[in-house]
């Protein structure tokens, strides 16, 4: 890594002082955020054994494909548990029919998490962890709430890593998932605000465009969810 | 403002864009500011320039023909709303909400049309006008701007449609940064088909979910509109990239596993679609 040096006298200054470089960036990012760690490109494997980072939990290495298979993968398996959660025991309040449709989105969550560990096969990372300790599942409005965050970002996600994507069978498949994500969060901002379905921020009113984020800043997020550790390299 | 930020959001999956639209980063600065002066509604055709100047001249003609499939797309859906808002008075929203959703949705189309414009700059294809449209898609849907219903039902088939074009042409577009434009445009044509759908619950078609199951008999189209049949046509599917989604966890029904997963369109099977709703000599 060419600048290995100037990183090194990065960390000297400190984060706070040193300046937002994108390799910079992916060093900290992960470090107020319980969980996860990511991992600057090809750090550990230039800086010898003295600085190797730990590499307990699981890795998305996102140098092809299956990284970001992985990725998604990953934030699949966080929906899958919180509508598992929510459709086993929705708030009192809930509607048949909002009930009836959480147990929907539970199953099109499941069946995309069972999706991707079946077509990665061996390549597929393990079971994470989560941590919902600050969603009050019997709360209508704490339940809507997170699940707005969870399908908007996950409509971000793929939106985002689509262009990562080498492979057109995979490409494919991301675009079948990401347009059932929309629908989800469409319908559940129509529960929180009807007509709030593609709304600004999240839809730009000026340009009528979807949002997308890299991975590294929806893991960020992702990660207050997730106990488990999740190392990010080749990002 | 949010049109400076696609181009860092581009600057993320392609680092040298800013090289790519000027050598002298200065310059950009200079966008940045032009930005500043130049009003709101101008500048999706002054970051379509930039876009033209960045991959204009590289872009593979396959490139240039998905992005115009794209308009002539975002043409019909924007004169389909347009006139509902604009010159309908037979059609009747049973209430602002209604009227509100479909304004906003007219001015995503809107601005999709101008993007899309703007970034094919001058290999943009000729404009279509309302006037080379026929929304009763040659009187199959007489009523389209007299019926509530049934202009529902015709924008539900417009935005589905415009779900699986686009997720047709990703391919196409692979590892481009126009692919990323591309599926933000894709991801709001599926929140507005799962709003139209809402609608058309609300409007007395109950049991249309906000997202596409299996239609009687386990066919692709739910809407209960044979018309429409070719705009689901193989939305039935219930196994992706060889692996069975029905049953791959339990409660997993095959319903399920057709909902859980949206369906591409061929560009064929879309165009055959969309010239339904264009007159003679205008189809695509």
């Not at chain 1, 040096?5 to 706070?16: H, N, T």
């Not at chain 1, 890299?214 to 488990?228: E, R, S």
């Not at chain 2, 391919?171 to 799962?194: C, F, M």
Request: aromatic content about 8%; glycine content about 8%; some cysteine.
């Amino acid at each position: 890594m060419k600048n290995l040096q100037q990183l090194d006298e990065q960390e000297e200054r400190g984060i706070l002082s040193a300046p937002l470089q994108r390799r910079s960036f992916l060093q900290y990012a992960g470090a107020g955020v319980a969980g996860v760690a990511l991992v600057a490109a090809g750090c550990s494997k230039d800086r010898g054994e003295l600085t190797t980072p730990p590499m307990t939990g699981v890795t998305l290495d996102f140098k092809d494909d299956f990284g970001v298979l992985n990725y998604a993968y990953a934030l699949e398996q966080l929906e899958a548990a919180f509508y598992i959660k929510v459709a086993s025991n929705p708030p009192s309040n809930f509607t048949s029919s909002e009930r009836a449709y959480f147990q929907d989105i539970q199953y099109h969550e499941i069946a995309h998490r069972e999706f991707f560990k079946a077509a990665l096969g061996a390549a597929a990372i393990g079971s994470l962890e989560v941590n919902f300790s600050t969603i009050n599942f019997s709360d209508r409005t704490s339940v809507l709430a997170t699940a707005k965050a969870f399908e908007d970002l996950g409509v971000a996600a793929y939106n985002g890593a689509g262009v990562r994507l080498k492979s057109e069978v995979y490409l494919g498949l991301a675009g079948k998932i990401v347009s059932v994500e929309a629908r989800h969060a469409a319908y559940i901002r129509d529960l929180i605000n009807p007509g709030d379905f593609a709304t600004a921020p999240q839809v730009d009113s000026a340009t009528g465009l979807d949002m997308q984020l890299t991975p590294d800043k929806v893991l960020a997020i992702a990660g207050a969810y997730i106990k488990t550790k999740v190392n990010v390299i080749n990002l | 403002m949010n049109i400076l930020n696609i181009l860092d959001e581009i600057e993320k999956v392609d680092g040298e864009i800013y090289e790519r639209l000027n050598p002298r980063r200065a310059a950009m600065k200079g966008f940045v500011n032009m930005g500043k002066k130049i009003s709101l509604a101008a500048m999706p055709l002054a970051l379509g320039s930039v876009f033209n100047k960045a991959y204009g001249q590289s872009t593979p003609s396959a490139i240039t023909d998905v992005l115009n499939f794209a308009l002539a797309l975002e043409y019909l859906e924007f004169h389909f709303y347009n006139h509902a808002l604009l010159a309908s008075p037979a059609l009747i929203f049973p209430n602002v909400a209604a009227k509100n959703a479909i304004t906003l949705i007219r001015d995503h189309e809107a601005a999709h049309v101008a993007l899309l414009k703007g970034a094919l700059g001058g290999s943009a294809r000729a404009e279509i006008t309302y006037s080379m449209t026929d929304f009763t898609a040659g009187g199959t849907f007489p009523l389209v701007y007299d019926d509530y219903v049934t202009f529902l039902k015709v924008a539900l088939g417009f935005e589905d449609t415009g779900v699986r074009a686009y997720k047709g042409q990703a391919g196409v577009l692979k590892g481009n940064a126009v692919l990323t434009t591309a599926l933000q445009i894709h991801s709001v044509e599926a929140r507005h088909a799962a709003h139209i759908r809402t609608m058309l619950n609300a409007a007395g078609a109950t049991g249309l979910k906000p997202w596409i199951t299996l239609g009687p008999g386990g066919i692709g189209n739910d809407t209960g509109v044979s018309a429409v049949n070719a705009v689901y046509a193989g939305e039935e599917v219930t196994s992706q990239a060889n692996v069975t989604i029905t049953g791959i966890a339990t409660g997993v029904t095959a319903a399920a596993a057709a909902e859980c997963f949206d369906e591409p369109l061929a560009k064929t099977q879309v165009i055959a679609i969309a010239n339904l709703f264009l007159k003679a000599g205008f189809q695509l």
